[in-house]
């Protein structure tokens, strides 16, 4: 009987050491597997926020040398305005049935490589007015070295203070109104002496583009000949361009996204709340 019972006590201590065992086994292996999730989250989360840094840093720059680009547009149309002395109206300008000032398509050239006008039918076409129609004819080959430094660009423009705007390349204004006046759209008013009294090259809140493009951004740099505001020099980009060349390939799974914020902390890109806009100079609110 003592045998046993020795036996029995032996063997309780036998599955005591055992299941006591396999508990610390698997306590410590559930410890060394949180451990390892913690890493890989660690790992995952630092790897992520070195990829936005530089994503956030490669669109800074960008952002940054388009800024200057449009700084130098203006800088080379308030040369060509206060140099410009010729006041005779080109054949190629002509009046359409509702009285818009605009510029015929050149027969036999590529349109990518010359700029259209559009000019209000209500205007009245001074001398003035005429010499900064050829005055910013004059920029052509400055936005054709443009476009083609970059290929980031959808358009390139002079919107003047008079409603003349010369873009490039070259475009019909059959989706203007005859009587449409730049002074309200959203890449003039961002940079005018209300809104931009430092005189800075500014961004626009996205909006939908006139020339029906769809979303836009745009840099604008104020033109001023002394104290006088004169209107505005701007470059276009589409939001569809940052996000084929900044963020398509960055992915999180299957459910992650990533988005893009001005400094005010307002959305500038993002793939779950970007409304269809149909209306010309729609914002994006």
């Not at 680009?69 to 203006?74: I, R, S, T, V």
């Not at 060349?245 to 902390?265: E, H, I, K, W």
Request: charged share 25%; net charge negative.
């Amino acid at each position: 009987m003592k045998l046993i019972s020795r036996g029995s006590l032996v063997t309780r201590i036998l599955v005591l050491f055992v299941i006591f065992n396999m508990i610390s086994i698997f306590v410590f292996t559930f410890y060394i597997v949180q451990q390892d999730r913690y890493r890989m989250a660690e790992t995952a989360e630092d790897t992520i926020r070195k990829i936005a840094l530089e994503k956030a840093e490669i669109i800074s720059l960008t952002m940054n040398y388009i800024a200057s680009e449009a700084e130098n547009l203006a800088m080379w149309t308030m040369e060509a305005i206060t140099t410009e002395r010729n006041v005779q109206l080109p054949a190629d300008y002509i009046r359409n049935e509702e009285g818009v000032l605009f510029r015929k398509a050149i027969e036999g050239e590529i349109s990518g490589k010359y700029s259209g006008i559009f000019f209000p039918a209500d205007m009245e076409l001074t001398e003035n007015r005429i010499k900064n129609i050829n005055a910013t004819e004059n920029l052509e080959s400055i936005f054709y070295a443009m476009n083609e430094r970059f290929d980031f660009y959808q358009w390139l423009y002079v919107a003047m203070d008079d409603g003349l705007l010369r873009v490039f390349p070259y475009s019909g204004v059959e989706m203007y109104d005859p009587h449409h006046q730049q002074k309200e759209d959203p890449f003039y008013k961002v940079a005018n002496r209300e809104n931009n009294p430092e005189r800075d090259t500014v961004w626009t809140k996205p909006y939908v583009d006139y020339l029906g493009t769809g979303w836009m951004i745009t840099c604008s740099s104020p033109l001023y000949q002394g104290n006088e505001f004169l209107g505005v020099a701007c470059v276009d980009v589409r939001l569809e361009t940052l996000k084929d060349n900044f963020l398509a390939d960055f992915r999180l799974s299957n459910t992650g996204f990533v988005y893009v914020l001005d400094r005010t902390g307002e959305i500038i890109y993002h793939p779950e709340f970007l409304p269809r806009g149909n209306k010309q100079g729609e914002m994006f609110l």
